[in-house]
Nanobody, 111 residues
């Protein structure tokens, strides 16, 4: 059974940092693109970043320069390092690859 499990969320103050993890099990995703999405309260889900299996990365304009996506193929895990967090980053963050989705982890940014 394929599972994606996110962790690392939590309340953080504006300007703070968090690192989210997405651990995959049941299948090796070394040769798949893996995405992070987020859904803010009352808004549609939006793309945040992607880690391509060839090593390329792509970011939503709003997080460029602040967020960094990476993967550890030995652990079948993908990370999202989030720095200089803003209140507008408040959302549930989920990882996705192919047709699989994690359950999400909450990131409230609040002073």
């Amino acid at each position: 059974q394929v599972q994606l499990v996110e962790s690392g969320g939590g309340t953080v103050q504006p300007g703070g940092s968090l690192r989210l993890s997405c651990a995959a099990s049941g299948r090796n995703f070394s040769y798949a693109n893996i995405n992070w999405y987020r859904r803010a309260p009352g808004k549609e889900r939006e793309f945040v970043a992607v880690s391509g299996y060839l090593g390329t990365t792509l970011y939503h304009q709003s997080v460029k320069g602040r967020f960094s996506i990476s993967r550890d193929t030995t652990k079948n895990t993908i990370y999202l390092q989030m720095n200089d967090l803003k209140q507008e980053d408040t959302a549930i963050y989920s990882c996705n690859t192919i047709e699989y989705w994690g359950q999400g982890t909450q990131v409230p940014v609040s002073s």
